[in-house]
């Protein structure tokens, strides 16, 4: 039988042969033993309620992505059934052979280069990502050949996600006391994609990472996963695990939204522990404008100088490539 698993121990063996990497730190405690915690639950149904009780819950919305840059939402308008839905199309996707996905030769007809796995650009087990995905735009989507299950399941969830980051967006912008058209405008179907990511169990977790400590190189994620758990975040600078929710999906600010905010709205580092024993599945959304976008603060006296979406891309891929790691907002600092 074909093996549907990357071949990381085989593809990244200098690695694991050269370096040692500890799971204690100078004290002798457990680096990845953490705290789990959950995060803040806001329902979205009451924003329907106006008046007191919807100010409250955008006021909540805007709270959360000060004091923690993460929350989960509830009644967000994607139904349980296309969330299971997109949870079994995920896992049939993945259970293609590891040849077939690399190769295209499979009946996904997702587009080529679609199939990631890995770092390529690793150099110490600490950089490496034991995970495997598909990263689609969202355009991609609808250009797929044939009507499959497949396809209708992503059109189905994109389009529901895709009005929630906008009316999420709005709510952020507006308790900053600007109503804007900005992300109506930026942020569309051509700019925007979903990942859909499979960790495979991992026989030295958590020496090796799910997915590397980073930031997220967007203005909103929406994440829909499974209860396995693994996602971590800093929460006052340690490390938390966030306790699963089926009901909820996870909201993250991301650096696009801390800088157009002048770092009102945070973008927190996370990352995902992998599994010794079990698989876990997750699907992103993730909410970009344009390369050509200019992001510059909302509010005078930025921070941050005035950038594009594309230069700001192209530094974190040149860092990423010349340190194994994401800089992100730091290098546009004013």
Request: net charge negative.
């Amino acid at each position: 039988m074909e093996e549907t698993n990357p071949p990381f121990m085989e593809f990244y063996k200098n690695l694991f042969d050269n370096h040692q990497v500890s799971n204690k730190d100078e004290n002798g405690a457990n680096l990845y033993e953490v705290e789990e915690w959950e995060l803040p639950v806001i329902d979205l149904m009451r924003l329907d309620s106006g008046g007191f009780e919807g100010a409250n819950c955008k006021r909540e919305i805007a709270d959360a992505s000060r004091k923690w840059g993460f929350f989960q939402v509830i009644n967000h308008g994607v139904s349980s059934e296309i969330l299971e839905k997109m949870r079994c199309e995920q896992m049939k996707a993945f259970k293609k052979t590891f040849v077939e996905k690399t190769s295209n030769h499979h009946d996904l007809n997702f587009p080529v280069g679609s199939y990631r796995w890995g770092t390529p650009s690793a150099t110490s087990l600490t950089q490496l990502a034991w995970s495997e995905a598909f990263h689609v735009p969202l355009n991609d989507i609808s250009n797929m050949a044939g009507v499959t299950s497949l396809r209708t399941t992503m059109e189905q969830f994109a389009t529901k996600v895709s009005n929630l980051a906008e009316t999420l967006a709005e709510i952020l912008a507006e308790e900053l006391g600007r109503k804007s058209n900005f992300f109506k405008e930026n942020c569309l179907p051509s700019t925007c994609y979903l990942r859909m990511n499979r960790y495979p169990p991992c026989p030295i977790s958590p020496q090796v990472f799910g997915l590397m400590p980073h930031t997220d190189s967007d203005f909103l994620t929406i994440l829909h996963q499974d209860q396995i758990g693994g996602l971590q975040l800093v929460k006052d600078g340690k490390w938390i695990a966030v306790k699963p929710n089926k009901e909820a999906l996870i909201i993250n600010i991301g650096d696009l939204f801390q800088a157009w905010s002048n770092d009102v709205y945070k973008s927190v580092e996370h990352r995902v522990i992998a599994n010794r024993q079990s698989e876990r599945f997750s699907t992103a959304f993730f909410f970009c404008p344009s390369y050509e976008t200019m992001i510059q603060s909302c509010v005078e006296n930025s921070i941050y100088r005035r950038f594009s979406f594309k230069e700001f891309r192209q530094q974190v891929q040149d860092d990423v490539k010349k340190l194994g790691y994401k800089i992100g907002l730091p290098r546009f600092i004013l």
